[in-house]
Nanobody, 124 residues
Framework: QAQLVESGGGLVQAGDSLRISCAASGRTFSSYAMGWFRQAPGKEREFVAAIWWDGRSTYYPYYADSVKGRFTISRDTAKNTVYLQMNSLKPEDTAVYYC??????????????WGKGTLVTVSS
């Protein structure tokens, strides 16, 4: 059964960096787009970043405007793992971060597979 497991969340201070990971298992996700979403208390889940591989040598990253220039998404296909490097964190980045997989990148929450999330808390 396909499974996505996030890890690496925690409590950090504003301006700090944090890297969260998503380990995929149960099927091959190498041809799938992988993404990160987040949901803050009282708010809807929103798109953060995604990455898609063209099956040859090029990865295509996508970012929400709110994180562009601060967050970097990457993937290690051999390890079936996706990472989100978050720099210059702000209190408004506080949320549960979810990993997701889908056949293509879409900016809505209509993704096929989801993890259970990891909490990132940024204190001011």
């Amino acid at each position: 059964q396909a499974q996505l497991v996030e890890s690496g969340g925690g409590l950090v201070q504003a301006g700090d960096s944090l890297r969260i990971s998503c380990a995929a298992s149960g099927r091959t996700f190498s041809s799938y787009a992988m993404g990160w979403f987040r949901q803050a208390p009282g708010k809807e889940r929103e798109f953060v970043a995604a990455i898609w591989w063209d099956g040859r040598s090029t990865y295509y990253p996508y970012y929400a405007d709110s994180v562009k220039g601060r967050f970097t998404i990457s993937r290690d296909t051999a390890k079936n793992t996706v990472y989100l490097q978050m720099n210059s964190l702000k209190p408004e980045d506080t949320a549960v971060y979810y990993c997701a997989a889908h056949t293509i990148v879409v900016l809505t929450t209509a993704w096929s597979y989801w993890g259970k999330g990891t909490l990132v808390t940024v204190s001011s």
